[in-house]
């Protein structure tokens, strides 16, 4: 846990024995915070304010990489990279209620604002899939660029922008249509996606570059660069007040 104004290590969760930990996402009010465990193949769910391990969910599945959580709270969606496969994780009844196969490599994903439709990035098919949210049934299979390693939907939900790291460029997607509307030249292994919470902007993570590319999400334009350090993956945003 970091102290992002003053830049220091506030402290630590142990999560044994839960192990290799690594997507991550947090519930509206901050109390409640859930984490894949890829090596144990669960996710976990942990109290902000006790800063323990309060739930666990395993899916049985190799490689559960990302995750998602859907807007109401009531689930959670996994990606699983060696399964091939999403994992709807039902909070509720806390259990994972149900296993869809997508492809090969399944990784990126994120869920549309409505909350209705989960898209899924399978890196070693150059494909999309796409779920219907409340029957987990896959409503589309789309192709894409070679190695989509990232989904991220912007706020308004019209955009679905897919980091290719094999083809080294950004997938632009009308959500609605399902079609692919853009290719964005990034640089060299483009990979984690942000983007502003006013939907203005999207930062897209360059791994080999050391770089973040910024992206005019009205345009559609490469609009600057930051320089990172080594192989930049990961982004989050902070906001205050």
Known sequence: MIDVVKRKEVGKIPLKPYFGPHGITVSK???????TCERSQSVVEIDTLSRKVVRSFPTDQRGTHMLVLSPDEKKLFTANIGGGSVSVIDLEKGAVSATIKTGKGCEGIDITPDGKEVWVSNARENTLSIIDSSSHKIMANVPCGDFPIR????????????????????????VAERKL?????????????????DGRRAFVANTRSNKVIVLDLESLEIVGSISAGNTPDGLALATSD
């Open 29 to 35: 009010d901050g109390s409640r915070v859930y984490a």
């Open 181 to 197: 509307i853009k290719r964005i030249s990034t640089g060299t292994t483009p990979v984690g996606i942000l983007v502003e919470p």
């Open 151 to 174: 989904v991220k939907i912007v706020p308004g939900g019209e955009l679905a922008l897919i980091s290719c790291a094999g083809s080294n460029d950004l997938a632009v997607f009308n």
